[in-house]
């Protein structure tokens, strides 16, 4: 069986364990693990992040291809963490201290669903923020693992949506997320509501997931 996956880091986590439990649903043996990057696609996605954060003990390979899982709905993220100990079982990266200052993720390059300005009313509403994201404009300079890695070791989450931080829940599913709604969109981007109401189904699989509407506004 070869996994196939498509996207950036996000993406490249949640479809690369949903394939790793379609085997193990199907009883079959994962010979390779597949980043496809055909087409005209953002230089982020064109890398292999899979090899920094886990250990599946199979060849990674970068092809100039399409596929990829249909990992993005609650069947597939609920089949993930039904098999969860089997998932974390290959991961390389640890908890660190945790991080006590809360994250606001800005996200502009590839989708950005909220304003800049937006975003620095929320970020100057609370001291403590710490922002991190793809802008160096806005955001202290990290790599993509190393970011996900600080979101993973934090607590409190403030985000527009992004697999990026939805895919950290899967290894601290009380991590507490509070996800923009549709409503806040004010970006050059926007999303179809289905996105938005798969948010809504996982609120029941990850307690501390929340629109940000529940916790604060902006105004």
Known sequence: MIINVRGALGTQVVETLYGMTEALRLDERVEEIHI???GNIADHVKVDYISELFDFGVPIKLVDGYEKQDAWNYKAIKQIMDNVVFCRSFQKFMFDE???????HYRSRDRQLISPET???????DYRYVMIGDDPKYCSGGTPVEDWNLILNSADVTCSFTTF?????????????SVFPQSMEDGTHTLETRHYDTVEQLMTLFPGLRWYDDKSSVS
């Open 119 to 125: 975003y620095s009313k929320i970020y100057c509403s």
């Open 36 to 38: 496809n990057t055909g």
């Open 165 to 177: 931080v939805f895919s950290t829940l899967i290894f601290d599913p009380y991590k507490e997320v």
């Open 98 to 104: 945790r991080q006590t200052a809360p994250i606001l």
